[in-house]
């Protein structure tokens, strides 16, 4: 596998160690994060062409974030896919990197929504969207369009909340190893049964936190990747894909991940059976199963058995994931967690995660996102990322 | 049962809605067809979203339908139930779940569509079990 062409490696990856930042702007969050990540990377300010950002971005987003960050760039784009939207955006950046539209690329994400009180069970509907008329008069929020999403899985294949709950605790297992965790504490699969029910029949330690902060990414051709000195990490495989309610056919079961994995399998030419770390967005337990199933790990309705009794737990399972502690207990700034599942991905591939959690000889790692919400419409994205 | 009514925000407005609002002030229920494919769907637009033909138009719906899924808020004051209900008639919507007890619900059951109305009095569909 050593020996497989990439057209961009990842060199640079920074995750913002605050959760918490009422004194800082959006942008200048967004400033720490491209400055963390390009220190990361051995580069400077001036080799950076490129720069991609999605919803979080202030103002205009590129147009606003490109001339506060005083770039000088020859390529740009905003993708919206919701959190998942950075794990695109590194399959953007690797393919305008091949079309030769740039060499090295810069991709940000911050927000605060812990300091500006935004909270999983206030409605989201976003005004003048075409669904809000036939969707926001009905309440949906966060929560309880996954408790959608849970409540059919749990009919449709006998999934229970106890199975939902190991997700947690694997997650918890984790976060106890990362300093800047927000929930440091291991629970047990009582402790997220014992939580109050936020809306049924999701738990709150079924939902992942709510933080400030944010995180970087810098891609580049394997050329200027090997005159570093950062271990190589090679982008080999992504796909994406959007899928919602479908004009009514709607089956809440089935994610983006489904064809978005396939997509990012292909073309890495690897299985499931191969990922030895796997990053899976963890807005909710149920979000994390899905994508376990969609991607392959199991089959369809075998999630809750897949995840149960510490399957996700690292040295301890067949498929360590979030070994930082994720959604669930680390960090999910601005609401959008699709970079920090880049980033552990990294750290991982270098070796460089807790030694803990770490995954010997970590070669081949996967990270999957979904963006928006599991109960109307989302985004998917995969990236499968190879050591060199 | 909390006897607190939640009151819906309006949906407002809009030239693919319109029609839908007016049929609702006369207690209608209607579903948008399309004369090409011959498909209905939800929610409703101009075009139709199976085969994008432009030739569409209202129809009477039953109504009637199905719980699909569902979720109760149940930390809000009042709590409310989101839900999908698969109409007789194919499409899936979302709505609220209206007239039991929110340990009522289940997959499966039997609802009937009833119109209540929104912060500035444009009804809005909502499920009760059906009788």
Same mark, same amino acid.
């Not at chain 1, 509907?125 to 075409?130: I, N, V």
């Not at chain 1, 109050?196 to 079924?206: A, E, G, K, Q, Y």
């Not at chain 2, 409703?44 to 030739?55: E, I």
């Given at each position: 596998m050593s020996s497989r062409q990439a057209k961009a490696c990842i060199v640079g990856a920074f995750e913002h160690p605050?959760?918490?930042?009422?004194?800082?702007t959006v942008a200048q969050l967004h400033a720490e994060c491209a400055a963390g990540a390009l220190a990361d990377a051995g580069l400077s300010k001036n080799d950076i062409d490129a720069y991609f950002c999605s919803g979080d971005a202030p103002g205009m987003g590129p147009t606003s974030m490109i001339d506060y960050l005083n770039l000088k760039v020859r390529h740009t784009e905003s993708t919206d896919l919701g959190g998942t939207s950075y794990i695109s955006l590194v399959a953007h950046a690797r393919d305008a990197i091949a079309a030769g539209r740039c060499h090295v690329a810069l991709i940000t994400l911050a927000g605060r929504p812990r300091s500006e009180g935004s909270s999983g069970t206030a409605p989201r /509907?976003?005004? &003048?969207?075409?669904e809000a008329p036939w969707e926001a008069p009905y309440g949906i929020t966060t929560v309880n369009g996954y408790g959608m999403v849970a409540m059919r899985h749990m009919h449709e294949f006998g999934t229970t909340s106890e199975q939902l709950a190991w997700i947690k605790v694997a997650a918890s297992h984790h976060a106890q190893h990362n300093p800047h965790a927000m929930l440091r504490e291991v629970v047990t699969v009582q402790d997220v049964l014992d939580s109050?029910?936020?809306?049924?029949?999701?738990?709150?330690?079924?939902c992942c936190v709510v933080s400030d902060g944010g995180g970087a990414l810098i891609v580049t051709r394997p050329e200027i990747a090997r005159s570093l000195k950062r271990p190589l990490v090679k982008v080999i495989g992504s796909g994406e894909t959007v899928r919602g309610a479908r004009a009514g056919e709607i089956?809440? /079961?089935?994610? &983006?991940a489904a064809l978005s994995g396939a997509a990012a399998f292909a073309e890495a030419g690897v299985k499931p059976g191969d990922i030895q770390y796997a990053s899976i967005y963890d807005s909710f337990t149920i979000t994390v199963l899905l994508q376990i199933e969609d991607l392959g790990f199991c089959k369809k309705g075998e999630g809750g058995r897949f995840v149960a009794d510490g399957n996700l737990i690292s040295g301890v399972g067949r498929l360590p994931f979030n070994t930082d502690g994720g959604g669930l207990c680390n960090n999910h700034p601005a609401n959008r967690g699709g970079i920090t599942k880049v980033i552990e991905a990294v750290r991982q591939l270098r070796g460089e995660a807790h030694p803990a959690v770490q995954v010997k000889h970590c070669a081949l790692a996967l990270a999957q996102g979904t963006g928006g919400n599991l109960g109307s419409r989302h985004g998917s994205s995969t990236v499968i990322l190879e050591r060199e | 049962m909390n006897l607190k009514t939640r009151v819906m925000p309006s949906p407002g407005t809009t030239p693919e809605n319109e029609l839908f609002i007016a049929a609702a002030r006369e207690g209608r229920f209607v579903l948008r067809w399309c004369d090409d494919c011959g498909k209905t769907h939800w929610h409703?637009?101009?075009?139709?979203?199976?085969?994008?033909?432009?030739?569409t138009q209202w129809k009477p719906a039953s109504g009637r339908g199905t719980i699909y899924s569902y979720s109760t808020m149940q930390r809000v004051d009042p709590p409310y139930t989101l839900a999908y209900v698969t109409l007789d008639e194919g499409p899936t919507m979302m709505a609220n779940l209206v007239g039991a007890a929110s340990g009522a619900w289940r997959i499966g059951m039997k609802v009937q569509v009833q119109f209540e109305a929104s912060d500035d009095g444009t009804p809005v569909p909502v499920f009760a079990p059906a009788s």
């Open positions: 605050t959760r918490k930042a009422p004194d800082k /509907t976003r005004a &003048g969207t075409p109050p029910v936020i809306s049924d029949p999701l738990h709150r330690l079924d089956d809440l /079961t089935t994610t &983006g | 409703p637009r101009a075009m139709c979203p199976h085969c994008w033909s432009t030739r």
